[in-house]
């Protein structure tokens, strides 16, 4: 299957889940995450215990000395940005933006409502966050927010000229939490062609709806050996109506796979991908990453 059909592929499985364009690139986020806590999405949360397993490892190998930097794809409002970077919960973000509304703050107001508040909560992990999103606002909040150091707001799924990419400081590890199916191999492939340095490691979490082989194979190509951890699957969202949740199990056997105690729970599920440069592969224990994540969780 060529590139291009595997796009096409992508697009015909998304139209099996709900949409949330309307709030996903507003200029503040107060009514992105109303609607994620009404379908209760909490993958961020789920995942945030490996990526802090993962670059633990790549610190303890000695990959890099001072601030870990993790580059985002699909990072919205910066969620995993806050996860990461302070001891927040998920629930704690939720309270937070409903905590007061929005709409009765300018946009200057909410900001300044919202450094503060990640001002005064302990920090997790010295990170720096790299935020990549075609969502322009998202991107722009996230940023003058603090929480983002750096956002990209380019579709890198249809950018052909290399010179059109910025260039990106070497980085530690790429992450992702659902974006898989909205982006494919040809966004891989445009970010490890303009990150600088040694190879990062890739460590995506990927709806088991969408086949993550194409992207596997393209990390390949750039010397990278990828694992899906055993036992790994995390809860994305609950579904947002009977007919997403009957096509999604569809899409899910027609891929091999057993909704049972998974998707027909009513839940979207997603499955752990970990891709290491082979030149790397020996000295990190893939399983031994899940159970530490497992045992911090």
Same mark, same amino acid.
């Given at each position: 299957?060529?590139?291009?059909?595997?796009?096409?592929?992508?697009?015909?499985?998304?139209?099996?889940?709900?949409?949330?364009?309307?709030?996903?690139?507003?200029?503040?986020?107060?009514?992105?995450?109303?609607?994620?806590?009404?379908?209760?999405?909490?993958?961020?949360? &789920?995942?945030?215990?490996?990526?802090?397993?993962? $670059? #633990?490892?790549?610190?303890?190998?000695? +990959? !890099?000395?001072? /601030?870990? *930097?993790?580059?985002?794809?699909?990072?919205?409002?910066?969620?995993?940005?806050?996860?990461?970077?302070?001891?927040?919960?998920?629930?704690?973000?939720?309270?937070?933006?409903?905590?007061?509304? &929005?709409?009765?703050?300018?946009?200057?107001?909410? $900001? #300044?409502?919202?450094?503060?508040?990640? +001002? !005064?909560?302990? /920090?997790? *992990?010295?990170?720096?966050?790299?935020?990549?999103?075609?969502?322009?606002?998202?991107?722009?909040?996230?940023?003058?927010?603090?929480?983002?150091?750096?956002?990209?707001?380019?579709?890198?799924?249809?950018?052909?000229?290399?010179?059109?990419?910025?260039?990106?400081?070497?980085?530690?590890?790429?992450?992702?939490?659902?974006?898989?199916?909205?982006?494919?191999?040809?966004?891989?492939?445009?970010?490890?062609?303009?990150?600088?340095?040694?190879?990062?490691?890739?460590?995506?979490?990927?709806?088991?709806?969408?086949?993550?082989?194409?992207?596997?194979?393209?990390?390949?190509?750039?010397?990278?050996?990828?694992?899906?951890?055993?036992?790994?699957?995390?809860?994305?969202?609950?579904?947002?109506?009977?007919?997403?949740?009957?096509?999604?199990?569809?899409?899910?056997?027609?891929?091999?796979?057993?909704?049972?105690?998974?998707?027909?729970?009513?839940?979207?599920?997603?499955?752990?991908?970990?891709?290491?440069?082979?030149?790397?592969?020996?000295?990190?224990?893939?399983?031994?990453?899940?159970?530490?994540?497992?045992?911090?969780?």
């Amino acid at each position: 299957m060529t590139s291009r059909e595997r796009q096409y592929a992508y697009e015909k499985e998304n139209q099996i889940k709900a949409d949330f364009d309307d709030v996903y690139n507003r200029a503040m986020p107060a009514a992105y995450y109303r609607r994620m806590r009404d379908v209760s999405y909490s993958i961020p949360e &789920h995942a945030v215990p490996f990526f802090v397993s993962l $670059l #633990d490892r790549r610190k303890h190998l000695g +990959r !890099n000395r001072g /601030p870990s *930097r993790v580059l985002d794809i699909g990072c919205s409002y910066g969620v995993l940005a806050a996860l990461l970077k302070y001891q927040l919960s998920l629930d704690s973000l939720y309270s937070h933006y409903g905590s007061y509304d &929005h709409q009765l703050l300018s946009r200057d107001q909410a $900001l #300044d409502v919202d450094r503060r508040f990640f +001002r !005064n909560q302990l /920090p997790r *992990r010295n990170v720096q966050m790299i935020g990549l999103d075609k969502a322009a606002q998202a991107i722009e909040y996230a940023t003058q927010a603090g929480l983002l150091d750096q956002g990209i707001s380019c579709d890198y799924e249809v950018v052909n000229d290399p010179t059109m990419m910025p260039s990106i400081a070497p980085v530690d590890l790429i992450i992702s939490t659902g974006c898989v199916g909205y982006v494919g191999q040809k966004t891989f492939s445009n970010l490890l062609s303009s990150v600088g340095g040694p190879l990062p490691w890739v460590a995506c979490f990927v709806l088991r709806m969408f086949d993550y082989t194409p992207i596997s194979k393209t990390l390949e190509g750039f010397g990278y050996r990828t694992t899906r951890l055993d036992g790994v699957s995390v809860k994305q969202r609950r579904f947002a109506s009977d007919e997403e949740k009957n096509n999604t199990i569809r899409r899910v056997q027609a891929l091999g796979q057993n909704p049972a105690g998974w998707e027909d729970t009513g839940f979207l599920y997603a499955d752990l991908f970990v891709s290491i440069p082979s030149a790397e592969v020996l000295d990190v224990s893939v399983p031994q990453i899940a159970g530490l994540a497992a045992s911090a969780a």
